[in-house]
């Protein structure tokens, strides 16, 4: 595998070391050691597959809280999507900022989240199949999210907004909400 880290401290980009002959390809998407290696959590607690009829459809910006944080290492298995991470850590010199990353079937290239990022993305084509190894187990109490349209973050979608849950829809505005609830 190939580390490049992002502007955000600690999220890694990771593109396969592709092996190929008459055969195929062959590469690791995985590696406990090496993640530690580059000072990444290598727990996976749970892995997660999510399918998208539709282009437009958006999913996040979702997080989790201690005791409850998660890593999460992303991958689009089919289709496209374009992946968005924002560093919530209080104390990061990147608190706030965000990074977009077209994730996708043919550049088989995957996103490393670190814990306190809020996640979510955006399928850019219909069918689009998402892959996430999380370190940590789903803990609907300590769950937070963002809204993907808010103005304190800007985050500019590649393509309209077609479809999205109620529950992200609704995820209330970063400036008014209690610090205490981060």
Avoid at 3 to 15: N, R
Avoid at 140 to 147: A, C, K
């Amino acid at each position: 595998m190939i580390f490049t880290e992002t502007k955000l401290k600690g999220a890694f980009i990771l593109d396969l070391d592709l092996r190929s002959d008459h055969r195929g390809a062959f590469a690791r998407t995985f590696c406990a050691q090496e993640f530690a290696e580059h000072g990444l959590k290598p727990t996976v607690a749970q892995c997660n597959l999510s399918y998208n009829y539709l282009a437009g459809t958006l999913r996040g910006m979702h997080y989790q809280v201690a005791p409850a944080c998660e890593t999460k290492l992303v991958r689009c298995t089919k289709g496209a999507i374009y992946d968005v991470i924002i560093d919530m850590r209080p104390d990061s010199p990147t608190y706030r900022e965000h990074i977009g990353v077209e994730l996708t079937a043919d550049n088989h290239r995957s996103l490393y989240i670190p814990e306190l990022f809020a996640h979510g993305y955006q399928a850019l084509t219909d069918g689009a199949e998402v892959v996430y190894q999380v370190g940590e187990f789903y803990t609907p109490g300590y769950e937070r999210g963002l809204r993907y349209d808010d103005p304190a973050f800007g985050i500019e979608w590649p393509i309209p907004v077609t479809v999205i849950s109620e529950k992200d829809a609704a995820w209330a505005l970063f400036e008014t909400v209690s610090v205490g609830v981060l």
